[in-house]
């Protein structure tokens, strides 16, 4: 999916919650437990290896400036976490359970495209399984972003 533009106000995160700087010593094995528990029941890659984040960092595409995290505004605990190459391609994004339906996902995806628009990237891609159980497909939409490819 793809979108071909993005918004130029400054992005708020939503009532108790904030945004926080990407910390590469702290947040890596935070974000995969919130990935694998958000993917586990749509069958999608569980990043359970201890290599995961390693080959991450190696990837030539990799930028921790591209590394998003929310926390809980009270105990700091992770709320959302998203990962994106320098190509302008969201690799992973997930909101904790308990915290979706809140517009912690619509914020998080505003602010990779405003970023993105700031390094000058036409478009933002992502890949979703047409039958996301967490309704992905009809998120992303629900944000602009179009179908260019199917698989
Ligand atoms: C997809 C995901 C990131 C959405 O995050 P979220 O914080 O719940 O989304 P938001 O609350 O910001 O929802 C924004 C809009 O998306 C749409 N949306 C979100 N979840 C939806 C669902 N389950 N079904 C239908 N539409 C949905 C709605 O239009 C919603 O707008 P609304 O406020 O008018 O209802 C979250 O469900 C998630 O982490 N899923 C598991 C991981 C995953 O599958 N990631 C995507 C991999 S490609």
């Known amino acids: 999916m793809r979108l071909g533009r993005g918004p130029d106000a400054l992005i708020a995160a939503p009532a108790g919650f904030l945004w926080t700087a990407f ?46 995290i929310a926390v809980e505004a009270g105990s700091g605990r992770l709320a959302a976490f998203a990962q994106c190459w320098t190509s302008g391609f969201i690799k992973d994004i997930a909101v904790a359970d308990t915290h979706r339906g809140k517009g912690l996902g619509a ?25 996301n159980p967490s309704g992905a497909v009809h998120f992303y939409k629900s944000l602009g972003m179009t179908v260019v490819e199917e698989l």
């Open 23 to 68: 910390e590469p010593s702290t947040h890596p094995p935070l974000a995969r437990d919130l990935l694998n528990r958000a993917y586990a029941d749509g069958g999608a890659a569980v990043r359970a290896g201890r290599d995961w984040w390693r080959e991450t960092e190696a990837d030539p595409e990799y930028d921790p400036k591209l590394c998003f």
């Open 107 to 131: 914020a998080l995806m505003r602010r990779i495209f405003q970023t993105f628009q700031a390094r000058g990237c036409a478009h933002v891609d992502l890949k979703v399984q047409v039958d």
